[in-house]
């Protein structure tokens, strides 16, 4: 089953959900499946496809992922968009209502909560009634935002957000590769290339590194690590895939080529949560849903959260889906406890 052919969603009769997931990533699938074979007929909200200013594609950030190789049960490797299909495929076969739409505002004042919805990701286009309702909204990689860079993000062609997500490629081994950053994010994914890498370059447009000492010397002390001190990139070479980098001096402006098989952007991520303002939602001090002990309850009563829309620490799918399961098991649980049938 693609992720075009669902079945219809049709609304339950008394036009209130027990359980509405926003987001189709990882979490949110997993969610659904859960709750599926829970029998609380849960719908998925999964999003539209829009830049900002990267894509950003239902599914989540898997869709720009063209192997994956450590998810277990997949021996030989597999696309993420490949993946994503076959969640969303199981998810529906349990009898998941499936909605192409956007979540553009939520108001968690009072139960059922209600939710207004968007098919274009811009404009309301109605609203929606649930129980309980799951945030698996994930988070967006933070993009350079140059036209080549995205190209090759969105194709494969050695262009990720995560190192420790591809970066053991067989494409990226023995190479010459460059990760752009300079916080501890930068380092920690410039540090995992070095396993593998020719040379790993970090391009920093300062000429001092804002990452922690430790993480710096954990870095530096590799003999395969550099630093481009004062430079950006301006542009990304390759047709099909790339082959090196255009950067400016930021001091004297002068412009120069890299040759590099693989392009690493760590310059961080935003969590998917711009509909919740004004939800009552509570927010760690990086913007993230705050859950504040090993589940996934949020401050509201009946609101659930799971991925990387609540972790910014770990960022794997399979992360992820470990807490759409967690999210799913405590609404079934919440949901009975509130004697919702």
Sequence with gaps: MSSTEHQPHTPPADGVHKVLIIGSGPAGWTAAIYAARAQLQPVVYEGVAKQDPGPVLPGGQLMLTTEVENYPGFPHGVTGPKMMDDFKAQAARFGTGIVSEDILSCDFSKRPFVMTTSRDGKTASGQVKAHSVIISTGAVANWIGLENEMRLARSGGGVSACAVCDGALPA?????????????????????????????????????????????????SRPNAKVLWNKVVVDVLGEHVISGLVLEDTVTKARSELPVKGLFVAIGHTPATRFLKGSGIEFDESGYVLLKNRNSYTNIPGVFAGGDVADAHYRQAVTAAGMGCVAALDAERWLAANNVH
Excluded: P
């Design 172 to 220: 990226f081994r023995n190479q010459d590769l460059a990760v752009v950053g300079g916080g501890d994010t930068a380092m920690e994914e410039a540090t995992y290339l070095t396993k593998f890498a020719k040379t790993v370059y970090i391009i920093h447009r300062r000429d001092s590194l804002r990452a922690s000492k430790i993480m710096q010397d954990r870095f530096l």
